[in-house]
């Protein structure tokens, strides 16, 4: 076989879970062919090099063998040869080690002391002075 379509390939040789996964990935621009953008039904050859963006770093692969039918993953490295370079594998392990330390403000569930932050700024402090008995079968 000289030609298959991206998303069979990159599912075949297990870089994603599913073939839909990998037409989604097309779709939002995350996988170029020699540079440029690739759409779920463009045909790779051998010699292409492929690049996947799954955040927070860009893999790089180089097309060996097209596929359309899932292999073993002892085969896989017949099929393609992993070209991405160690300083996104440096990103990968930087990502890794700050974890959620650098989580950015307002992005997620608040932390317990957001969440106690957010309700001393809610809770007015003259609240307490307020009498809230009211005697209303009284009459002036």
Request: hydrophobic letters at 40%; glycine letters at 4%.
């Amino acid at each position: 076989m000289a030609e298959a379509r991206i998303d069979k390939w990159m599912w075949a040789v297990r870089i994603f879970k599913t073939r839909t996964i990998a037409a989604e990935a097309c779709k939002k621009g995350r996988i170029t062919i020699n540079g440029s953008l690739a759409k779920a039904a463009r045909m790779i050859k051998p010699g292409d090099v492929i690049q996947v963006k799954k955040p927070p770093i860009t893999y790089s692969f180089k097309v060996l063998q097209t596929i359309e039918k899932r292999v073993g993953a002892k085969l896989v490295s017949e099929m393609m040869e992993n070209v991405t370079t160690p300083d996104q594998y440096e990103l990968l392990e930087m990502s890794k080690i700050s974890g959620f330390i650098d989580r950015a403000r307002g992005t997620g569930r608040p932390t317990k002391k957001d969440r106690r932050e957010l309700e001393e700024f809610t809770t007015p402090e003259f609240m307490d002075d307020f009498d809230l008995d009211f005697d209303f079968d009284s009459e002036e």
